[in-house]
C-alpha cells in the first residue's frame, strides 16, 4: 500500500544544482517524518535529510548543511531535496524513507519503515 517514488536525479557537473522529488501514498502524509539517505559505491547507506511532519524540525548532515535544502509539500504527499553547489563526493543513488516520529540529531536506517526505489545522482567534469 505504501509507495514512494524518487525523481529528479541525473548527471551534472561539480558546482551544478538537482532537485529531487518523493512522491508518496498510501499513508497519512503529514503523520510522518520523512529522510532523504544516499549510497555510493562500497559505501555503507547513510542519511542526508531529514523533515518532521508539520513542518517541524531538520536535520541535515554535516557534509551537505548550506547546499541542501528539504521541504515537504503536504498537499502534494512530495518531499524535495534541493542540492547546490554538487560535488563529486555527492554522487550516489539517493532514497526516501518514512519514519514516524520527529527528526532526531541523527539517522538511522532502522528508524525508516518504508523505502523508495532510489535515484542515481552522478557529479563528474
Known amino acids: 500500500q505504501v509507495q514512494l517514488v524518487e525523481s529528479g536525479g541525473g548527471s551534472v557537473q561539480p558546482g551544478g544544482s538537482l532537485r529531487l522529488s518523493c512522491a508518496t501514498s498510501g499513508f497519512t502524509f503529514d503523520e510522518y517524518a520523512i529522510g532523504w539517505f544516499r549510497q555510493a559505491p562500497g559505501k555503507e547507506r547513510e542519511g542526508v535529510s531529514c523533515i518532521s511532519p508539520n513542518y517541524g524540525s531538520t536535520y541535515y548532515a554535516d557534509s551537505v548543511k548550506g547546499r541542501f535544502t528539504i521541504s515537504r509539500d503536504n498537499a502534494k504527499n512530495t518531499v524535495y531535496l534541493q542540492m547546490n553547489s554538487l560535488k563529486p563526493e555527492d554522487t550516489a543513488v539517493y532514497y526516501c524513507?518514512?519514519?514516524?516520529?520527529?527528526?532526531?540529531?541523527?539517522?538511522?536506517?532502522?528508524?525508516?519503515?518504508?523505502w523508495g526505489q532510489g535515484t542515481q545522482v552522478t557529479v563528474s567534469s
Open positions: 524513507a518514512t519514519q514516524g516520529n520527529q527528526c532526531g540529531p541523527a539517522m538511522e536506517r532502522y528508524e525508516y519503515d518504508y
